[in-house]
C-alpha cells in the first residue's frame, strides 16, 4: 500500500481509533463538566 501511495505521489496517514479506550469516558465527562476551563488546543500521546 504505501508503494502505491508513493508511486501515486499522494500521502497516507494511518489513524488509531481509540473509541474503545476506557479512560476516555471519564475525560469526556470531566470536560463536559468544564473541568479544564476554556481548552484551546490538546495534544496527545497514546501509548
Request: hydrophobic share 45%; glycine share 6%.
Amino acid at each position: 500500500m504505501v508503494k502505491a501511495y508513493d508511486e501515486a505521489g499522494v500521502h497516507l496517514f494511518v489513524v488509531k481509533r481509540n473509541r474503545r479506550n476506557t479512560t476516555l469516558p471519564f475525560l469526556k465527562k470531566a470536560i463536559n463538566a468544564g473541568r479544564f476551563g476554556r481548552i484551546y488546543m490538546v495534544t496527545v500521546n497514546v501509548f
